[in-house]
């Protein structure tokens, strides 16, 4: 549920609004997004409690990465098309992404 709102949310972005419904999308989209992320540090315990300080590094290294990729990709896209809305458009599709990668059958 939180993969796609944050995922309308971006996908909204990506539309360039005025900077007031923009802004407000965002902050939608980030405390969205630290609610999942709360989610995995509570369940790490609980499902593997003899390893939480190695599954603690790895899920923090995994969003470092994402902290580095993300900017870099919305850079990249901006220097290509010379428009930011490229990059909000492509960034939307990484929730879906993560929420199929990660559903059960």
Known sequence: MLLAGASLCLGAV???????????????????????????????????PQSVGILTGIV???????????????????DRTGFYSGGNASSEGSPPAAASSTARA
């Open 60 to 78: 923090g290294a995994a969003g470092g990465i994402g902290g580095f990729l993300l900017p870099s990709l919305l850079g990249i896209v901006k």
């Open 14 to 48: 990506g539309w360039l609004p005025a900077v007031h419904v923009a802004l407000s999308l965002l902050i939608a989209v980030m405390a969205m997004l630290g609610m999942g992320n709360g989610a995995v540090f509570q369940m790490v315990p609980q499902r593997f």
